[in-house]
């Protein structure tokens, strides 16, 4: 299984949430930030925000009022939910799992991908 | 808009040594470490660097990384075809609050 595995809805209306879940397969969940990042269709990546095991988050200040990441420590798992969605939003969402220390940051393990669609 | 800033593209023949920068500021490479990710199209991003210049384990070596200042760089020797991809380095910015991704570079094997 890869280490990192993720699933959600793949087609979207306007207004509706967006919502994700990733799975951790093997290793410890405890020690790292788990994070979600998306790219839009043909441009660069944006990190959307990150959860650590205790469940301390940090988000995009140009996302914050409409996501929440949340995690399920007995299943290793963590979900991304993205309200009040637009088309602006149709991007390819990947989970990753980060490091931090201080003055480094980095994110070791990505998902495969969920492509996600807003369309009317 | 990004606030690390990359070249769209860089080429190279295969064996040519291709390198292209990242450059930033105070809050972001300025004050932390530099990662870089290679996306091979179609699929996710990978860790290629991470600290500055740290290769994972798997990475050849003919990939390196250094930073200066407010600025990073990743080179590529003895370019291959495979590394045909989209290379995105990253930080940490403090102003922001934010991990932020630069622009990406395209590197093309000629």
């Known amino acids: 299984q890869a280490p990192l595995q993720q699933w959600g809805a793949g087609l979207l209306k306007p207004s509706e949430t967006l919502s994700l879940r990733c799975a951790v397969n093997g290793g410890s969940f405890s020690g790292y930030n788990w994070s979600w990042i998306r790219q839009s269709p043909g441009k660069g990546l944006e990190w959307i925000g990150e959860?650590?095991?205790?469940?301390?988050?940090k988000y995009n200040p140009s996302l914050e009022s409409r996501v929440t990441i949340s995690v399920d420590t007995s299943k290793n798992q963590f979900s991304l939910k993205l309200t009040s969605v637009i088309a602006a939003d149709t991007a390819i969402y990947y989970c990753?799992?980060?490091?931090?220390?201080?003055?480094?940051?980095?994110?070791?393990?990505w998902g495969q991908g969920n492509r996600v669609t807003v369309s009317s | 808009q990004s606030v690390l800033t990359q070249p769209p593209s860089a080429s190279g023949t295969p064996g040519q040594r291709v390198t292209f920068s990242c450059s930033g500021g105070s809050s972001n490479i300025g004050s932390n470490t530099v990662s870089w990710y290679q996306q091979l199209p179609g699929t996710a991003p990978k860790l290629l660097m991470h600290?500055?210049?740290e290769r994972p384990s798997g990475v050849p070596d003919r990939f390196s990384g250094s930073k200066s200042g407010t600025s990073a760089s990743l080179a590529i020797s003895g370019l291959q075809s495979e590394d045909e991809a989209d290379y995105y380095c990253a930080t940490w910015d403090d102003s922001l609050n934010t991990y932020v991704f630069g622009t990406g570079t395209k590197v093309t094997v000629l």
């Open positions: 990753a799992r980060g490091i931090s220390a201080s003055g480094t940051h980095r994110l070791d393990s």
């Open positions: 959860i650590n095991h205790s469940g301390s988050t």
């Open positions: 600290s500055n210049n």
